[in-house]
């Protein structure tokens, strides 16, 4: 059999950088700055600035940075219903109830697999404390179309890192948002981190307070002096120096990363039983996943990895029909197009890191399966 196809391959991205990475861990070893610090400072300065927003706050994990962006708009408006998507990672939903509000789960978009704007317009109300529209797979919901006068939007960005909307960036379409840079990411740490980015002064230095377990820190030292409750969820400080580095290759990955994806719209196009992600509708598409839809989607799945090319389901279940949400009493038919998207994607290798040959055979094998 031939070599294997990886859903991801970090591998051979560190392999790219492994003097550089080698290097600066050991700059963190020598200072003995571990938490916080300069070079998470370095990576908050550069990060905002690649993605062109003016604040960014290095948290603990993706995760938290959903959190601690709701924990701050339950703290200047108030707890209430956040709309969100049933159809995305747990950590979404997670978050919400975590941070002391309720959720609102509406229907989703058949072709983005984004949030219904249409669906969200008639589930907002008076009770309603923000928008939690998530990116999913790299491509920017309809944000215009889910804006609700004074309604904060709080972006979930975990998989956008660099996307764009209407000539705007994922990360300042809204009050807030949440990136993760979970391993696996397009820009991803060698552990967990995550970052909350913000168009505004004070929401930045509110998510620094409640990142540090919510004390009121002065510019250039601790003060022991705690105003609110807060978590802690410091992003450390070798984490920070891995994304510092890996974010001078970002671009370059992402091209990659587009270019695959480019390859297989044109490839894929035609097979019956087969729909490929359409084109971005209002900006760039950042491909986090190359999810298509697929008829006999499980099967197709096994065929792919008797051939050694391994993908995977993103999401195999919805979140209104998890365990974990039964108290909420929503049942299976609640969400029909999230339900059908949980049956039908399949994310198929299309990291920076793929060989044109590698790309040939995903959709050779993907042919041989639908008889094209």
Same mark, same amino acid.
């Given at each position: ?235 450390? $400080?070798? #984490? @920070? ?5 890996? *974010?001078?290759?970002? /671009? !370059?990955?992402?091209? &990659?990363?587009? %270019? ?77 197009? $999230?339900? #059908? @998207? ?5 994310? *198929?290798?299309?990291? /920076? !890191?793929?060989?044109? &040959?590698?790309? %040939? ?12």
């Amino acid at each position: 059999m031939p070599d294997p196809i990886h859903l991801v391959d970090i591998a051979q991205q560190h392999a790219e950088l492994d003097a550089e990475l080698r290097a600066v861990l050991g700059e963190v070893i020598e200072s003995g700055a571990f938490v916080l610090g300069k070079y998470v400072a370095a990576f908050e300065e550069a990060f905002a600035g690649t993605l062109g927003v003016p604040h960014a706050v290095g948290v603990n994990s993706g995760t938290d940075a959903l959190l601690l962006a709701l924990d701050a708009v339950r703290l200047q408006y108030g707890p209430g219903e956040v709309i969100t998507t049933p159809f995305t990672f747990f950590a979404t939903v997670e978050s919400v109830l975590q941070a002391g509000h309720t959720v609102r789960f509406v229907d989703i978009d058949a072709s983005t697999f984004n949030l219904d704007p249409d669906a969200t317009a008639a589930a907002h109300g008076s009770n309603t404390a923000a928008v939690l529209p998530v990116h999913l797979y790299g491509q920017c919901a309809d944000v215009d179309r889910l804006s609700f006068g004074d309604t904060p939007i709080i972006e979930d960005a975990a998989q956008a890192v660099g996307a764009t909307y209407k000539g705007r960036p994922a990360g300042g379409l809204g009050l807030a948002a949440g990136f993760s840079f979970y391993p696996t990411k397009n820009l991803g740490a060698m552990g967990d981190a995550g970052a909350v980015t913000t168009n505004d002064g004070e929401f930045a230095a509110l998510i620094r307070s409640l990142r540090a377990h919510g004390e009121v820190r002065s510019e250039t030292a601790r003060t022991y002096h705690y105003e609110r409750l807060g978590r802690n969820s410091r992003l450390d $400080a070798f #984490q @920070a120096a891995v994304l510092t580095v890996k *974010l001078t290759r970002w /671009a !370059h990955w992402q091209d &990659a990363r587009n %270019e695959n994806a480019a390859f297989y719209d044109e490839a894929l196009a035609g097979i019956d039983g087969l729909t490929p992600p359409p084109p971005a509708r209002h900006g760039r598409h950042v491909y986090h996943q190359y999810a298509v839809r697929a008829q006999r989607r499980d099967d197709l799945k096994r065929h792919l990895a008797d051939g050694g090319v391994f993908t995977n389901v993103f999401y195999p279940q919805t979140l209104h029909t998890q365990p974990a949400m039964a108290r909420h009493g929503l049942t299976e038919g609640a969400f029909p197009v $999230a339900e #059908q @998207a949980t049956r039908e994607a399949l994310s *198929l290798p299309v990291h /920076a !890191h793929l060989t044109a &040959a590698d790309r %040939e055979r995903v959709v050779a094998e993907i042919r041989a399966f639908y008889g094209a």
